[in-house]
């Protein structure tokens, strides 16, 4: 083996090093994001969807099991309800400070409000740029991926066992 062979041998041996270090040591960083409440949704106890200022569906946990309660009373799919819950903890895109005018933002008649426990999520309209929704709690206004919002429209069979 000649010189040239020998440089390229300890090269490839410490890029291979290197890369190995960097592949399984190397720190892998989280995703920071904003959640929409610091709710646990494990936690949950009771769900209401509003529509229209009129309430749509009511959910209710006693000792884990889900039970719908209005329209009517069923056995809730435990699945769906969680999907329900998680709503608590969808990451948010963007946060502004609520002004003068929610009106803007279709927050001064929502169409939907979500009551997960004691803690309100009004949902107004969707943010023109992106595939998102406003949406207020507490005193800000947010902007989450309008999926939630899709979950919010299903009829109250949806959340029922099959």
Known sequence: ??????????LGIVVAVLASWWFLYRADPQPTY???????????????????RQLAIELRSDDGSW?????????????????LAAIA???VWQS?????????????????????DNQRIAFGDRDPTQRGRYVSSGEE????????????????RHYTSP
Do not use: C, K
């Not at 039970?67 to 999907?83: E, G, I, T």
């Not at 902007?143 to 109250?156: N, S």
């Open 34 to 52: 904003n959640t929409l409440t610091q709710l646990d949704p494990a936690a949950i106890t009771t769900i209401r969807i509003e529509r229209h």
């Open 96 to 116: 502004l400070a609520i002004p003068g005018d929610a009106d803007r933002y279709g927050l001064e008649m929502p169409t939907i409000i979500l009551q997960l």
């Open 141 to 156: 206004i947010h902007v989450i991926d309008d999926v939630f919002h899709q979950f919010l429209t299903l009829p109250a």
């Open 1 to 10: 083996m000649n010189y040239w062979d020998r440089v390229n041998l300890v």
């Open 67 to 83: 039970q719908l309660s209005h329209p009517f009373d069923a056995v809730a799919n435990p699945r769906r309800v969680a999907q």
């Open 89 to 91: 903890r969808a990451p």
